[in-house]
């Protein structure tokens, strides 16, 4: 297993009263990842055959060959602004109860984020991709710390890698924040970054509100644990791939987060889920953001909604690129089952543990399936 960096900081809770003592400035370090190069920069060669790092052994379909699935698509207008009881509010608060449970993924609409501010996020990210490399190394992952652009959950040196690059940033709360990365980043894109991650925010904590209402636990324990979050952004950027059926842009995973919401930039499909056995491609809806169950919901409602595996396949002709922002719990809480839904069912299905070492130990392992949830399942 990789060496870890025990810097995780005791996280006052936002609701505790201020104590006269003053906190120390302490590093944020969940964890760290192995260089490896950029992807972006070896697709620029015209290279017929990829290095064998990035073999994976599996053949698959290229995305147009695969099957295809229309995920279960969330009208949030019915959820956020018809009255509480209404038809249209149930059938909605089901749809969504249903797609959580089965799917694991949907799509929203509806969302009430705005379009421009989209497009300019949109924009800026691909800018940020095509910067020069003298520029993306100042911004690149460093020895002890995964943030800043790289891969993640690279473990060793004979371990295949993906084919894509990805930029990962710590954003919420702000005082887990690596400031200097953030004045690293060009301007327009940090303030764009900023808007984002607030809009993602109050979308997750609302969806989250309307899961607990669906799931029948108490609401006030689902914003208490996600009043004061942390939240993560992955930019992922998937080159063209000379030898898309033995490379994957990213392995198969299941996120450990709670709550992802996934902005694919272009129309290029690449998102696989695994769905009754088997992968099928998600089709991009333009007017549409993907949700996905993380491994940490799939433990708050004791089993009841699943986190999905999934993973990204590339093709030889396109670029693709997405940005998952990923919600979880405030930091110094502890992770386990909801108290009022074991409650009622009296068996927790899951371990209970503080949530700093949940993310420390996620960090330090190779991504593998959902793997790691088995680890935290009672048996
Ligand atoms: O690019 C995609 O469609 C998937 C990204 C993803 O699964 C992630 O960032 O966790
Ligand atoms: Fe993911």
Same mark, same amino acid.
């Given at each position: =297993?990789?060496?870890? &960096? ?12 201020? #104590? ?8 944020? $370090? ?8 950029s992807v972006q920069e070896?697709a620029k ?17 290229? #995305?147009?060959?695969? !099957?295809?699935? #229309? ?6 207008? &019915? ?14 608060? @089901? ?14 609409? $509806?969302?009430?984020i705005s379009e421009s501010l989209l497009e300019d996020f949109k924009r800026e990210i691909m800018n940020f991709f095509k910067l020069p490399m003298e520029e993306k190394l100042k911004l690149w ?6 943030e800043g652009f790289g891969? *993640?959950? +690279? +473990? ?8 894509s690059d990805m930029f990962y940033i710590?954003t ?9 990365l953030f004045q690293k980043l060009p301007i327009i894109l940090r303030e764009k970054l900023e808007a984002y991650s607030?809009e993602m ?20 324990? =689902? ?10 952004v992955r930019m992922n950027y998937y080159p063209p &791939?000379?030898? !898309? ?18 902005y694919q930039l272009n129309e290029t ?10 992968? +099928? ?10 949700? $996905? ?14 986190? +999905? ?5 590339? $093709?030889? @002709?396109n670029e693709r690129m997405s940005v998952a922002t990923?919600?979880? !719990?405030? =930091?110094?809480?502890? *992770? ?44």
């Open positions: =297993m990789a060496k870890f &960096c025990h810097m995780i900081p005791k996280i006052p809770s936002s609701g505790s009263s201020l #104590s006269m003592e003053k906190h120390k400035e302490e590093p944020v $370090n969940f964890g760290r990842s192995l260089i490896v190069p070896l060669q015209s290279i017929t055959k990829i290095p064998p790092r990035y073999v994976q052994h599996h053949h698959h379909p290229a #995305s147009d060959d695969a !099957p295809t699935a #229309s995920m279960p698509v969330i009208d949030l207008h &019915c959820l956020f602004a018809e009255p509480c009881g209404s038809l249209a509010y149930s059938f909605e608060l @089901n749809k969504l109860h249903t797609a959580s449970k089965e799917w694991g993924f949907f799509q929203v609409i $509806n969302h009430g992952q460093e020895e002890d710390n995964h891969q *993640l959950f +690279v +473990v060793s040196e004979e371990q295949k890698l993906d084919w710590t919420l709360p702000h005082n887990l924040r690596k400031s200097q607030m925010k109050r979308l997750a904590v609302a969806i989250l509100g309307q899961m607990a209402k669906a799931l029948g636990m108490d609401t006030e324990e =689902m914003s208490e644990l996600f009043q004061d979050g942390v939240q993560s &791939c000379p030898q !898309p059926e033995v490379a994957l842009g990213f392995s198969p995973h299941s996120d450990a987060d709670a709550l992802t919401i996934l499909a690449g998102l696989q889920i695994r769905k009754d056995g088997k992968w +099928v491609t998600i089709k991009p809806r333009a007017d549409a953001l993907i949700v $996905n169950i993380g491994d940490i919901l799939e433990i708050v409602s004791n089993g009841v909604y699943k986190s +999905v595996e999934h993973r990204a396949i590339v $093709n030889s @002709n990923f919600y979880s !719990p405030n =930091m110094g809480t502890e *992770l386990g089952p909801a108290r009022s839904l074991v409650a009622e069912h009296h068996v927790a299905h899951f371990r209970r543990v503080p949530i700093d070492e949940y993310f420390k130990e996620f960090f330090a392992r190779k991504l593998d399936g959902k793997s790691y949830l088995d680890f935290m399942k009672l048996e």
